[in-house]
């Protein structure tokens, strides 16, 4: 009869968790703190391999106007994105995972750092550098991008197999408008150039609520694959 009641009881906690986890959002406090040590080892190498990817598209595809158009400089800052809040759908298919991720990347806030963070902090910041004419007659025009920061609600989606490495395919896709935020400055670099999202066009609507519309791509499918060496 114990027996009988202690498996009674484990059926109903385990139930009472599946409501739980579907109806109510889960800090993710553990990995937030995962990725602030995490973010400051990867970050650096995250970023030249982008520059070095997007450098070798941009010299490939540069306009015949222009001598040059080079990514020289990316960076995300050492300030790691958060997982705000997650929340749990356990009543799927049993090779299917799905997850709501409540996330934020907002390095301008420094509400949460400690003084030595501060000290040591660095902002995300991309340097497109244009060198427009031919020869002696050309001239070097840096495009910056700083101040980022991107916060949304994701929907993420698992489909597991068998076979090694055991996720076959990750759906992830926004289920609302992100919140993007930057600043460009076009012209002058950083001394001297001027916001361009605080410019108006057609003298009322915002250039910030235009900021890379066609960017957001709210469902994206890619197969899950892994590194030849771990292989």
């Known amino acids: 009869m114990a027996r009988i009641r202690q498996r009674a009881r484990d059926d109903i ?7 739980r986890l579907a109806s109510e959002h889960e800090s993710a406090d553990w990995l937030n703190n995962f990725l602030d040590r995490f973010w400051l ?25 222009l001598e040059s158009l080079r990514l020289t400089e990316f960076t995300f800052g050492n300030k790691a994105p958060r ?35 501060l000290a040591t902090k660095s902002n995300p910041r991309i340097v497109l550098s244009i060198r427009v004419g031919k020869g002696p007659a050309s001239a070097k025009f840096p495009v910056l991008v700083e101040d980022m920061t991107l916060s949304g609600l994701l929907r993420i989606r698992l489909k597991l197999m068998s076979s ?7 759906d992830v896709c926004f289920l609302g408008k992100p919140h993007i935020d ?3 400055k076009p012209i002058g670099g950083e ?13 009322h609507l915002p250039l910030s609520d235009l900021r890379f519309p066609c960017l957001i791509l709210y469902t994206r499918r890619f197969p899950a694959c892994l590194p030849s060496f771990v292989t």
Not at 41 to 65: M, R
Not at 90 to 117: A, Y
Not at 191 to 203: K, Q, S, W
């Open 13 to 19: 906690q385990r139930e009472l968790v599946k409501t």
């Open 41 to 65: 080892i990867y970050e650096p190498v995250l970023s030249a391999t982008i520059v070095g990817f997007a450098d070798q598209i941009l010299s490939t595809n540069c306009p015949a106007f």
């Open 83 to 117: 997982i705000d809040r997650v929340r749990t759908f356990p009543r799927t298919v049993d090779d299917e995972v799905l997850m709501d991720w409540s996330f934020s990347f907002t390095p301008n806030d420094v509400s949460d750092l400690t003084p030595r963070q």
């Open 164 to 170: 090694f490495p055991h996720v076959q395919v990750v």
């Open 182 to 184: 930057y600043v460009l």
């Open 191 to 203: 001394t001297f150039g001027f916001d361009m999202m605080n410019v108006r066009a057609r003298g």
